[in-house]
């Protein structure tokens, strides 16, 4: 079965501190696809990355980082100098060979204060 | 382009009546999902759509919800009767594909209060 675990459920960090949203996953798919989607208070799931099983390559934009390791079945990710438009909740997402819809974590809320 | 259109924003119904929530995907997007979205946990899917065909239904509680997508396009998603556990929020989204690895767009969501 496939599962994905964001231990952390509310981070809170004051504006320009640097901050990591954890994801844990599993899957026996060999083929399978990572996400990262932030949902403001408005409710809409904003699409931030996809990653696939076979590009371990971490990737930066802008102040956004992400870091992918297959040992760990982790797919990390990281804020710099975070600001207040960050506060969100987060959420980290799988699919796979075995079915094309995305199964969510729990979420991670991050509360980014002025 | 235009993202995921749903409506109403919010609805607050009592226990037993009916609701339905309409949904426009992006233009030219295939695959169109409903998520239920309880506080404070992740999206989980109720039912899958390739073009008008069901292609995962397998969570949708079919004795209360339904949904169509007669033309291919909009889709409609109802609850009747509803209990007070459906209070959540219905998140539309869609993708130009329905493979594992398309992205899948979300609209705002429908807000859905059962008292």
């Known amino acids: 079965a496939q599962k994905v675990t964001q231990a952390q459920t509310e981070i809170s960090v004051v504006e320009k501190e640097d901050v990591t949203l954890d994801c844990v996953y599993e899957?026996?798919?060999?083929?399978?696809?990572l996400f990262w989607y932030k949902q403001p208070p408005s409710g809409e799931l904003v699409f931030l990355i996809r990653r696939n099983s076979f590009d371990e390559q971490n990737e930066i934009s802008g102040r956004y980082s992400w870091n992918f390791q297959k040992s760990t079945s982790s797919f990390n990710f990281t804020i710099t100098a975070s600001q207040v438009v960050d506060s969100a909740v987060y959420f980290c997402a799988l699919t796979g060979d075995s079915q094309g819809n995305l199964i969510f974590g729990k979420g991670t809320k991050l509360s980014v204060k002025p | 382009e235009a993202g995921v259109a749903q409506s109403p924003r919010y609805k607050i119904i009592e226990k037993r009546q009916s609701v339905a929530f309409w949904c426009n995907p992006i233009s030219g997007h295939a695959t169109l999902y409903w998520y239920q979205q309880i506080l404070g946990q992740g999206p989980k899917l109720l039912i899958q759509f390739q073009n008008n065909g069901v292609v995962d239904d397998s969570q949708l509680p079919k004795d209360r919800f339904s949904a169509e997508r007669l033309k291919g396009v909009d889709s409609t998603l109802k609850i009747q009767p509803a209990k007070l556990e459906d209070s959540a929020v219905y998140l539309c989204?869609?993708?130009?594909?329905?493979?594992?690895?398309?992205?899948?767009?979300f609209g705002e969501g429908s807000w859905l209060t059962v008292v």
């Open positions: 989204a869609s993708s130009s594909a329905g493979g594992p690895g398309n992205t899948i767009y």
């Open positions: 899957t026996r798919d060999t083929t399978y696809y």
